[in-house]
């Protein structure tokens, strides 16, 4: 299944931005599925964004014209650029692989393989 890792998250302002990076190994970043997730405390994990093998990228609607997937090949990494953040989007943040697409891609529990996570921490 490969291994995923997480990092980049921190203590950030309102408003401000961070980027989140997903190294993999033994997984391919261009020819795999990618997800992201976020789990606040005493919440369910919930669906960020994720990519598809076929370079198609899917969003949250709460984080539509905030957030973008972008990666780079020659460092097998998935990146989850977040902008205008909110306290509300306090929380842990996972990647997740699977070999075959679902659309259920939403749902957390599809996803097979996923990262230790990084906590993302939006506050003044």
């Known amino acids: 299944q490969g291994t995923l890792v997480e990092s980049g998250g921190g203590l950030v302002r309102p408003g401000g931005s961070v980027k989140l990076s997903c190294a993999a190994s033994?997984?391919?970043?261009?020819?795999?599925?990618i997800g992201w997730f976020r789990q606040a405390p005493g919440k369910d994990r919930e669906f960020v964004a994720a990519?598809?093998?076929?370079?198609?990228?899917y969003y949250a609607d709460s984080l539509k014209g905030r957030a973008a997937i972008s990666r780079d090949n020659a460092k097998n990494t998935l990146y989850l650029q977040m902008n205008n953040l909110r306290p509300e989007d306090t929380a842990v943040y996972y990647c997740?692989?699977?070999?075959?697409?679902?659309?259920?891609?939403?749902?957390?529990?599809?996803?097979?393989?996923w990262g230790q996570g990084t906590q993302l921490t939006v506050s003044t």
């Open positions: 997740a692989s699977r070999t075959n697409w679902n659309v259920q891609y939403y749902r957390a529990d599809v996803w097979s393989n």
């Open positions: 033994g997984i391919g970043i261009s020819t795999g599925n």
């Open positions: 990519r598809r093998q076929n370079g198609a990228t």
